[in-house]
């Protein structure tokens, strides 16, 4: 955990531009695309999607948008 203490329920989903982000962990998420019944794994340094992991390979501070939604869900910055 991260020690702020949010107000972000489990399995609420919580839209983000053209993304869905339901929190399933302190740290984790299902994020999915709203034109899209793609669900992707992702957590606050990860991500199931092929952008993040050929992009991360070169860079591996790399965060996708799915990353960067959950982020913004759980108020980490
Ligand atoms: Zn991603």
């Not at 949010?6 to 989903?13: A, D, G, M, R």
């Not at 999607?49 to 992009?55: A, E, G, P, V």
Request: charged share 25%.
């Amino acid at each position: 955990m991260s020690g702020k203490n949010l107000p972000v329920k489990l399995f609420e989903p919580y839209p983000v531009g053209d993304l869905v982000v339901y929190v399933t962990g302190p740290d984790r998420g299902a994020v999915v695309e709203a034109d899209c019944r793609w669900e992707l794994t992702t957590t606050l340094d990860s991500c199931d999607c092929c952008t993040f992991r050929w992009r991360s390979r070169r860079d591996p501070s790399f965060k996708c948008r799915h990353i960067t939604a959950l982020r913004q869900v759980l108020g980490v910055d």
